[in-house]
């Protein structure tokens, strides 16, 4: 989208999803990144959370600032798929799946990823090498 001011900017039109509660997380970042730079220790260790322009249009439509250097995660996944598999039996869904139950035998996501809190980092890179 090019600005009044003769600068480009790079945008997602987003539909189908209140982007109220983004805007709000990220107003909540934006406050968190200023309690960190006014905290001595999370200044020194330079803490913050990378944040984005959301603006709500209406309920169900919005503008995104586009992130650089981002690729949204349905193309890796396309990518990662052969041609006209369907994406619950797709090799990389079906090992993560796999996975996911060896940690915990729930079939709920926050459970799971709750799990895998407890999982040394090293020991899910060697899962997935």
Not at 107 to 125: A, C, F, M, Y
């Amino acid at each position: 989208m090019f600005g009044s001011d003769e600068k480009v900017y790079h945008i997602l039109v987003k539909g189908g999803e209140d982007l109220r509660l983004d805007q709000r997380i990220e107003q909540l970042f934006g406050l968190m990144n200023n309690m960190f730079n006014k905290t001595n220790e999370s200044s020194k260790r330079e803490l913050f959370i990378s944040t984005f322009g959301v603006i709500p249009v209406k309920k169900y439509l919005g503008v995104m600032e586009w992130v650089k250097n981002t690729v949204p995660l349905k193309s890796i996944m396309e990518n990662e798929m052969d041609e006209g598999e369907d994406f619950l039996n797709n090799r990389c869904v079906i090992k993560r799946m796999t996975y996911l139950r060896k940690i915990t035998d729930s079939r709920d996501v926050r459970e799971q990823h709750i799990g895998l809190l407890s999982v040394p980092r090293g020991s899910i890179q060697q899962s997935f090498v």
